[in-house]
């Protein structure tokens, strides 16, 4: 075993001892979902009641959830821009008491480019959530921790841009999602591709990054589909556009790797090329379903484990405990459901096998935000519902 390894372990057990009261917290959310929610959305409410959109609705005035809903409506992201527009232009709080610290673009399920704020509160209630997911993972699957890892959290290559006032548009890395939390420590444990200024030189450049670690032993990105454009050289051996690739790939790998490389081509399955790999996360549910399945006939010797529902703009679900779906991330937004009778409910209100659309209120300054997504009911863990994503 390399010394590299070892740290990597010691890495680890230094992110579980540190991880122990976040999971009893979060435990305990779970057993209380309803009072969990309500002292949550107190909190924030009383943090932001000075912003210009605390002021606007009387946050100071709002005294519990049920007033809460009587005076803020839900927002579409269209309806929400005007007042993410004056956080890009003011030099006054705006959405929140905490200017962003940047702001993160994503499309959604639209065609409209969105730009979503990330404060230091914001990325809090991220960490909080991620790191129940990373413990719970480690217990399932301590393999992960045996070698690298590889995790996908921002869309790549985003060319940098700066708002009127000067708060950066998109993250500098992944890494900036982790800072200032124990999951910090885990950033040893990574593969980091060197950037890139486009999209094909990124991928090459990140693919070799994989191929070269014949101790890969974790995986994390989003959605199934990402990570075969990513490997679609080594799946598609007939295109001249790949052949071209996994020539520039094998010039810059040794002849172990090479080997297994052309194994993996060959064989259209991938155990040789990383042969501990334990565990690949990302979107399992709705649409992702059968691209995940598909995929995963091609690493047979790794669990395939669900990611729940994390979206650009906060987090609906996670893994944690057992049984189906993933419960709901009580401990992280506040979280309101439009069911078929198109009135909004909370968490703990959601009944077995019921479907709703998701809305969020974040610490980064979303109010009442109309997510786009659809989740089902499937189980319960302590009082808390255990969610699927539907689409």
């Known amino acids: 075993m390399q010394a590299g390894d070892d740290v990597?372990?010691?890495?680890?057990?230094?992110?579980?001892?540190?991880?122990?009261?976040?999971?009893?917290?979060?435990?305990?959310?779970?057993?209380?979902?309803?009072?969990?929610?309500?002292?949550?959305?107190?909190?924030?409410?009383?943090?932001?009641?000075?912003?210009?959109?605390?002021?606007?609705?009387?946050?100071?005035?709002?005294?519990?959830?049920?007033?809460?809903?009587?005076?803020?409506?839900?927002?579409?992201?269209?309806?929400?821009?005007?007042?993410?527009?004056?956080?890009?232009?003011?030099?006054?709080?705006?959405?929140?008491?905490?200017?962003?610290?940047?702001?993160?673009?994503?499309?959604?399920?639209?065609?409209?480019?969105?730009?979503?704020?990330?404060?230091?509160?914001?990325?809090?209630?991220?960490?909080?959530?991620?790191?129940?997911?990373?413990?719970?993972?480690?217990?399932?699957?301590?393999?992960?921790?045996?070698?690298?890892?590889?995790?996908?959290?921002s869309p790549p290559l985003q060319q940098p841009a700066m708002t009127a006032n000067g708060i950066p548009i998109g993250s500098v890395s992944d890494l900036q999602y982790l800072q200032g939390s124990a999951i910090a420590g885990l950033a040893g444990t990574l593969l980091i591709p060197e950037l890139a200024s486009d999209v094909a030189h990124w991928r090459r450049r990140t693919l070799l990054t994989l191929i070269a670690d014949a101790g890969l032993s974790f995986i994390s990105v989003w959605s199934p589909t990402f990570l075969t454009s990513l490997l679609q050289p080594l799946l598609d051996t007939e295109s001249p556009e790949s052949r071209q690739i996994v020539a520039w790939l094998e010039e810059r790998l040794p002849a172990t790797r090479q080997k297994a490389l052309r194994h993996a081509r060959t064989h259209g399955v991938f155990t040789e090329l990383w042969p501990r790999l334990a565990a690949v996360s990302c979107w399992m549910d709705g649409p992702s379903c059968v691209y995940a399945q598909q995929l995963a006939a091609r690493f047979p010797q790794a669990r395939w484990l669900p990611k729940g529902l994390f979206a650009t703009e906060g987090v609906v679900s996670l893994p944690f405990g057992e049984g189906p779906g993933c419960p709901l991330a009580i401990g992280s937004h506040y979280l309101e459901f439009i069911g078929e009778d198109q009135l909004p409910k909370e968490a703990h209100s959601l009944r077995m096998g019921e479907t709703a659309q998701v809305l969020l209120t974040t610490g980064a300054g979303l109010y009442r935000y109309a997510l786009g997504d659809q989740v089902r009911v499937v189980g319960k863990l302590a009082g808390t519902p255990r969610v699927e994503f539907v689409g």
């Open 8 to 153: 990597k372990r010691a890495l680890w057990r230094s992110f579980m001892d540190s991880a122990h009261a976040t999971l009893d917290h979060w435990q305990s959310l779970f057993e209380q979902p309803e009072q969990s929610q309500q002292r949550l959305l107190l909190r924030m409410l009383s943090a932001n009641r000075d912003c210009a959109f605390g002021q606007a609705h009387d946050f100071a005035g709002i005294r519990d959830a049920a007033e809460f809903r009587q005076r803020i409506p839900i927002h579409t992201y269209a309806q929400l821009q005007p007042w993410i527009e004056r956080a890009q232009h003011e030099q006054v709080p705006i959405l929140t008491a905490s200017p962003p610290l940047f702001f993160e673009r994503s499309s959604g399920n639209s065609a409209l480019q969105k730009h979503i704020p990330y404060t230091q509160h914001f990325l809090g209630q991220l960490q909080g959530s991620l790191t129940v997911w990373l413990a719970d993972m480690y217990r399932q699957v301590p393999e992960i921790s045996h070698g690298s890892g590889y995790w996908s959290m």
